[in-house]
């Protein structure tokens, strides 16, 4: 027995002291924090990424907290954090999505710029000079905050918008775009930077009929007095120009 408790005494210490070790060697130099990294970014600058983040030179590597970086840096709006790692021994990585503006839209007195997929940007007073991105009417707003995406008064109508932009994008057409008419979602209107009328009816096929934007057809059509006259892409496999009243060019 006296054999038994001694061992369980030695067992106990040995404990004790390689908890003290490891108390110790994680708090050496070994585990501080000498290298961050910053991927994903464009036009934010790393040090201003690393400086919200809160991360600092010689913290422990192994006491990071994850939830809190996080929520720091996505308390910009341009920031979308994919992930935060550990590069051992002494290195920490900060891996984003970098938000890009994608449309403004006008509420009261103010300008709400999204991204392309609803989330809010920025609110500034109106400018209506400031026209470098898809300028969005009729949408029924409820509420935003930045950093989330914009809560509609009517989720359908929302829907159709946010697939429009991704065409908008995909395509690489969005500097041709300067007005998006959302009054009826199922009457969809597009003005052009050339002041071209673009029917593109229901936000169905958006990708196919948003392609007839970048076919020479479109491009060959005159700026000029165009005020009166429609390019109807509502139509899948069909594109039609003609005044309001009176048909007069198709194609197919």
Partial sequence: MAKRKVQKTILLLFIMLASIWAAVF??????????????????????????????????NILKLDKPLIKRRLESNPYIMVKNIGRSYPDGVYIDIIERKKGAIIPYLASDITIDRYGVVLEIDDRDTNDRDYPFITGLNVKGFVKGEKIVPGDGYQFRALLRILEGIYEEGIED??????????NDIYIISRDGINIKLGQAINVDD??????TEEFESLEPNSLSNW???????GRATFSPVTDWSEEYE
């Fill in 26 to 59: 994680l708090g050496a130099e070994h585990f501080q924090i000498e290298h961050i990294e910053v991927f994903g970014n464009d036009q934010l600058q790393s040090e201003d990424i690393i400086k919200l983040s809160g991360i600092e030179r010689y913290d």
């Fill in 176 to 185: 041709s775009i300067y007005e998006i008419h959302m009054d009826d979602p």
């Fill in 209 to 214: 009929k948003l392609k007839w934007l970048t």
């Fill in 230 to 236: 429609v390019f109807d892409i509502s139509v899948l």
